[in-house]
């Protein structure tokens, strides 16, 4: 039984690891596209 509840601590871990990389990755590609806005470099 622990070794259930560790696998389902890394599993959550994970999970939320990825929720919040896909949520940086989202961030930066605004930005990215904010500031190509502003510098007049859109594409």
């Known amino acids: 039984m622990q070794k ?3 696998e389902a601590i890394s599993t ?3 999970h ?3 929720e919040a990389r ?3 990755e989202a961030s ?3 930005l990215i596209y904010l500031l190509a806005e502003l ?4 594409t």
């Open 12 to 14: 959550f871990e994970d």
């Open 22 to 24: 896909a949520k940086v």
């Open 16 to 18: 939320q690891n990825a």
């Open 4 to 6: 259930d509840v560790a």
């Open 39 to 42: 510098v007049g470099t859109e």
């Open 28 to 30: 930066a590609r605004e």
